[in-house]
């Protein structure tokens, strides 16, 4: 893979793309695999990733880069980006690795280095107190030096105030947010008239606070007659045994637990719950992955229930494709985490920069507010309102797999998650309070 030639920041950004050989000599081959198509010759458009690619939270911040690698990949597959020939004509996209080291301290540093290394689109996700820092940092920026704007790209960060209160015109988020998620999560748990005591447990911080206060407010409106036994939250990142916690919540006879614990937070959670005999629910937002399932076992089977903008087994026939296609690029069981979101942020983002006809980040946000997207029978769109995108959501229930509805299972544990709600974008969608101030479009 040829990169430009750089300097200074640049090419240290490039050294760091550089230091995973293994994904590189893929994406080569998988770019020879596809048809033919005339290859991208103009210089690279940097997506600069912050995000946690060493600590606690590794093993998500590798899990993003594969997925926004592959989506990369079939963008520039196909011929890559379509520009004037002025403004470079076919380009590839190409990622830019930063490492926040799960800090925002560090996150905040290494958006400084890709603004240094000429980034114009910043791409986060994980951790909504980190995207908030970045959101205030990029909006600082963007005031203080208009003739160098960026354009920063949400994948999973889900604090609802970052579209409603906080919005930005220079910020998107491509995931639904946590009231979003949790609305779906409460059309199952409401039917649910065996369930009378459940525990709120979730990571001290931004997020995870406003995963829970909506749920308190959802189950006083929805199930007044379920009792909240205790609402707890611990530090983020800095548990290595939950088994005090996991101890606490089956001594409160709770019958369910509702987290938004993601990562290394939630696996070693679900797995010490385990250990101590709970034997109740996890209603969660992100229990069908990373280590997850297979922590659970046999106990999780019909007991865990996840929401997600896509599952593996969503019954339809381009999900399949689109599941297995990722399957065949990233075989490892271990690798086995894909993202319908990530796969539409950048086709949005390429179509977007095909509109505006340059690179320019303001005329590639205004362009972004208005994009509409479709990828294995997948659809989304961007609100203008709030830059929340609009797709739908699923809720699952963890299986055992190999059924008609559980063809697939998750990172070769024996356990997939079978489809048993679906909202459709209309369904799904929410009022935003945003009040959006955008600057003046370029005449």
């Known amino acids: 893979m040829n990169l430009p030639r750089l300097t200074g920041a640049r090419a240290l950004a490039a050294a760091v793309w550089m230091a995973v050989p293994m994904l590189a000599a893929q994406a080569h081959n998988v770019q020879a695999a596809?048809?033919?198509?005339?290859?991208?010759?103009?210089?690279p458009i940097q997506l600069a990733l912050v995000e946690s690619l060493s600590g606690p939270f590794a093993n998500t911040g590798e899990a993003v880069f594969r997925n926004?690698?592959?989506?990369?990949?079939?963008?520039?597959a196909r011929g890559g980006v379509q520009l004037p020939p002025e403004h470079g004509g076919a380009r590839p996209l190409q990622i830019v690795r930063f490492d926040s080291k799960g800090q925002t301290e560090e996150a905040l540093a290494a958006l400084q280095?890709?603004?240094d290394a000429g980034a114009q689109f910043v791409l986060q996700g994980n951790s909504s107190a980190t995207a908030e820092a970045i959101l205030n940092a990029v909006d600082k920026n963007n005031r203080r030096t208009p003739d160098k704007p960026m354009v920063f790209l949400n994948y999973s960060a889900v604090d609802p105030a970052l579209t409603n209160e906080k919005c930005s015109f220079w910020h998107f988020r491509f995931d639904a947010h946590a009231d979003m998620r949790m609305n779906a999560l409460m059309e199952v748990l409401q039917a649910d008239t065996e369930l009378k005591k459940v525990y709120l447990f979730g990571q001290d911080y931004s997020f995870g606070h406003a995963v829970l206060r909506e749920a308190r407010r959802q189950l006083e409106l929805r199930r007044p007659d379920i009792e909240i036994v205790a609402e707890e939250y611990h530090p983020i990142g800095r548990i290595k045994d939950f088994a005090p916690y996991g101890a606490k919540i089956k001594a409160s006879g709770a019958q369910a637990v509702i987290t938004g614990n993601w990562g290394n937070d939630l696996t070693l959670f679900v797995k010490a719950a385990n250990e101590v005999g709970f034997a109740g629910n996890f209603y969660t937002f992100y229990g069908n992955a990373l280590g997850a399932p297979a922590a659970i076992g046999d106990a999780g089977v019909g007991k865990v229930i996840a929401v997600a903008?896509?599952?593996p087994n969503n019954p339809t026939e381009g999900s399949a494709a689109f599941y297995k296609a990722f399957r065949e690029r990233f075989p490892r069981p271990a690798d086995?985490?894909?993202?319908?979101?990530?796969?539409?942020?950048?086709?949005?983002?390429?179509?977007?920069?095909e509109q505006a006809g340059s690179t320019d980040p303001?005329?590639?946000?205004?362009?972004?507010e208005d994009v509409a997207v479709s990828l294995y029978g997948q659809q989304g769109a961007m609100r203008a309102a709030d830059h929340q995108f609009q797709q739908s959501l699923l809720v699952g229930r963890m299986q055992k797999s190999g059924s008609a509805s559980v063809p697939f299972d998750v990172e070769g544990s024996g356990y997939g998650f079978e489809v048993i709600r679906h909202f459709t974008p209309e369904q799904a969608a929410m009022p935003s309070s945003?009040?959006?101030q955008r600057p003046a479009a370029a005449s």
């Open 68 to 76: 926004l690698l592959w989506a990369t990949e079939r963008v520039n």
């Open 362 to 368: 303001q005329a590639v946000a205004f362009a972004l």
């Open 434 to 436: 945003c009040e959006m």
């Open 34 to 43: 596809q048809p033919a198509a005339t290859a991208p010759s103009g210089a």
């Open 336 to 353: 086995d985490y894909v993202h319908m979101r990530m796969q539409l942020l950048i086709e949005s983002l390429a179509a977007a920069i």
């Open 309 to 311: 903008d896509w599952l």
């Open 113 to 115: 280095a890709a603004k």
